[in-house]
């Protein structure tokens, strides 16, 4: 596909470059439908404009939506002020999210504060952006290649895909096809994803692990006898993964929003450096944290947490990034990833927007599984990043522990943040303030947080979190009780290398 770029001054000198060649300038609405540039690079906004501590006062006092639009509106310069509230007032409402304020803070101690990310349809942090990307690539493709339908291509390690079928069902214009590993989901995500309704979604299992699903959906992307196919029809490819910056602008709002909703509650002083731990997989979320940095909010340490696939762990101690190990699955499956994409954008902006050097590193990752970064990229990552995991056992034990401790209930993935952050306080004696990213409801990983509880393994899902909530008191997402009477719409398996055959059947 061809833009005609418009000229750097038409967006407020605000453009869209790609990590592998930084000459392409294409505006946001061209980035956002666009998904990955033609080189194969992430488009990367062009510069990141200030949050000043006066606008964390004036933030403090709006709502989710509100705040939603400021941020966005610093970087989607081509989209008029009514397209960006057209999308915020869309997207986060009461009508997707069960919390009024869409996302909830919980403070366990005096440091320790947890950010509550998965109130949306879907019970997964993934609702906060994909809630809103088909707003935003519905508004933005009208723009640059007016009639095309666009197709989703998602591939998925669980809550991705639930969370952008949920997004796109029967979003005018758009089709949707989600390809997951067989073996790597919950049994409730693979459940959530199999009864998905709408009459533009479908749903496929692979026999393969997550990596081996997005490495086929980004040779999809570049097969020309596909594109030519789609093209035929008049349509086109998008990706509602995060490598669309779509899907990551909306995830830095959340970090700005906790930290003004900190200050207004009084738990921190405006301009107090905090800390913040998230749990990792494809390194999409920490980005959002390390922008929102960028930008001026008080962070200090990034603290990246993982689950036994500690790949960026490794990398973030010694600056070498080595794929060339074993694939594990955990109990933490949604961070089951080898190949964390959005690595990329980070070390781009670390090398000062060195293409030249990005190209030789993922094509280093490409021929041989590995590279290794310079020793001032290493600073740089010594400065912003602690990195830290913990195995399936720590996780459960981490679940058992903060229930008895703060009457607090998480799911796997957050278990591993909070294993992570009580290991750095403890290495560190560092008492800053830190924020905890929860990314799912526990009942999400039901089987797991059972285990973690003591509750009887060989029950079925349903009994186990019907027990959960006897036992806790945390209310049960209503789409997990529906989800008990829908009816299976979705059960094809292929294997890896017929996954270009099943998309073309489709379009
Ligand atoms: C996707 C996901 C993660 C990992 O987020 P990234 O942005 O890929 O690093 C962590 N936890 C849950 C529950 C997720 O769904």
Sequence with gaps: MEFVFKGKEFFNNMFYKSTR????????????TQGISVDGGLFVP???????????????????????????????????????????????????FDSEQIINIKKLNKDAFVLELWHGKTSAFKDMALQILPFLLTTASKKVVADKKIVILVATSGDTGKAALEGFADVENTEIIVFYPQDGVSSMQKRQMATQEGKNVEVIAINGNFDDAQTGVKEIFSNELIKQALEKKGKMFSSANSINWG??????????????????????????????VVPTGNFGNILAAYYAKKMGLPLNKLICASNKNNILTDFIKTGVY????????TNSPSMDILISSNLERLLFDLTDNDDDIINNWMNDLKENGKYEVSSSVKQKL????????????????????????????????????????????????????????STASPYKFGNSVALALDIDESLDEYEQISLINKKTGLEIPEEFIKLKEKKIRFDKTVNVNQMSEAVLEII
């Design 21 to 32: 060649n930084k000459n392409v300038s294409v505006s946001s609405c061209e980035a956002i």
């Design 322 to 329: 080595d794929r060339n190990r074993s694939f594990n699955a």
């Design 382 to 437: 010594d400065q912003l990043f602690v990195g830290g995991y913990c195995n399936d056992e720590q996780t459960l034990l981490t679940i058992k522990e903060t229930f008895e401790k703060y009457n607090y209930l998480c799911d796997t993935h957050t278990a591993v943040a909070l294993n992570v952050f009580e290991q750095y306080q403890k290495a560190s004696n560092d008492q800053t303030k830190t924020i905890i990213a």
């Design 46 to 96: 062009s510069n990141f404009e200030k949050i000043s501590t006066e606008e964390i006062v004036r933030l403090s006092k709006m709502s989710y939506p509100n705040q939603a639009k400021l941020i966005l509106s610093k970087f989607l310069t081509d989209f008029s002020e009514q397209e960006i509230s057209f999308c915020c007032e869309n997207a986060y409402s009461t009508k997707s």
């Design 247 to 276: 899907r990551l602008v909306p995830q830095i709002v959340y970090y700005v929003s906790t930290y003004a909703r900190l200050v207004a509650e009084n738990e921190i002083k405006n301009g107090e450096q905090i800390n913040v």
